[in-house]
């Protein structure tokens, strides 16, 4: 029985964030990007680089951070890095539209940063693939809650505080990250194989507050 618990607990650490292809550098100097149209940054997985994090199209930004142990500890660090990039972009572009879009890990570690910041950051929208922290309806809550208490927060638990001003658009399909109704058994195949257009972030506006579950449309109910 103890074995078991273990595994449980191990598995749950996995299942909090997903895989993704390599594991690499968790750094990136960054420049100002050009203030000409949006600003488009994108916060990886587990196991992802800021190089190699699997999104696609016009992304001025990749958000590297320590993706190779999926809890508390490297989520806050993200939310960190994408706090300081984004700020400091606004800075030298006040009135640039910034989209950010995470999967995994990294849709938790945006989930947070709107969380934190949706009351005093404007001109944001957020894509999130794959949130372990999204709360269900429909379905049930992301796989961060039943392993809360080992990932500890802030990546624990799920919530919909996006405030008022700040578009988000989730997306879970068939995935127990995401869904724990979906059953252990979907993962990790359908967390890997069942977004293979949501990566490409010319695909989301700049204004969606929706939800995506299971192939179909939803309004937004945060």
Known sequence: ???????????????????????????????????????TIVVGGTGSSWNNDGFSGNIQQHVG???????GASARAGVNELNRLVRDQRA?????????GGYSLGAAVVHIWVTENWQTFG??????????????NPGANG???????????????????????????TIC??????????????YPGNHVRNYPNDFNMDFHNDVANEQWYNGAWYPASW
């Open 1 to 39: 029985m103890r074995a078991k618990r273990i595994k449980a607990a191990l598995a749950g650490i996995l299942l909090t964030a997903g895989i993704s292809v390599t594991q690499g550098a968790t750094a990136q100097a960054a420049a100002t990007a050009p203030c000409e149209g949006t600003y």
């Open 123 to 136: 001109n944001v929208n957020a894509i999130l693939i794959a949130d372990p922290k999204r709360q269900g």
């Open 92 to 100: 030298a572009c006040p009135w640039q539209h910034v989209k950010m």
């Open 65 to 71: 951070y320590p993706t190779q142990i999926p809890n």
């Open 143 to 169: 796989g961060s809650v039943p392993f809360g208490g080992i990932v500890g927060a802030p990546l624990a638990g799920a919530d919909r505080f996006f405030g008022s001003n700040v578009p988000v658009k």
């Open 173 to 186: 399909h068939w995935d127990y990250v995401c869904d724990e109704s979906a059953g252990i058994w979907t």
